[in-house]
């Protein structure tokens, strides 16, 4: 095996690694490091800890990592230290489905002996991104494929309405529920029905709402499909 020779070889083979590992796809990397283990009772990682240093360390740790483990990493140095990095928060928890954040979730509890939603709740000052966050990463939101029923996406659509544009202030727990829990096909019909009862689309409707600024507004428009 080419990386083992590399490692062993005195001063280690940078190159040889260097070479091999980002030129193959993720699954192919599991498998050399799945092999290594095998031929040399030693994890990969580690041995490759010990063979390179500092920045080139991480990233080629980064490499090995599965993407769940990739995104926990990335989601506890998002919350690691003063406040939290929200924009990489909400991105993976927004766009993950059920399946890969319970992959995530179990990978993290795994890697930092934590529940991910524990440092959420402990990390996150802002109300509507915690409320917003957990309900997502509690895997509420409903699998694409089941029936689609019109009626509720009719009442949500109304009910969004409802809780925003049409009164004062805003529901945002309400919010938080109609966007968090249909499944993501859903919440798109949901969003072109609403045009039906608000004189703004959804985004606009975010956007005008006084409650919800900065990241709550920045999360609501994520879930909405919209990054801006
Ligand atoms: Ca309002």
Redesign the pocket.
Known sequence: MNIEKAIRTKGVDEVTIVNILPNRSNEQRQDIAFTYQRRTKKELASALKSAFSGHRETAIWGLLKTPAQYEASELKASMKGLGTDEDSLIEIICSRTNQELQEINRVYKEIYKTDLEKDIISDTSDDFLKSSMVALWKGRRAEDGSVIDYELIDQDARDLYD????????DVSKWVSIMTEPSVCCLQKVLERYKNYSPYDMPESIK????TKGDSQKALLYLCGRDD
Do not use: F, N
């Open positions: 809780a925003g544009v049409k009164r004062r202030g805003t005008k709402e006084q409650d």
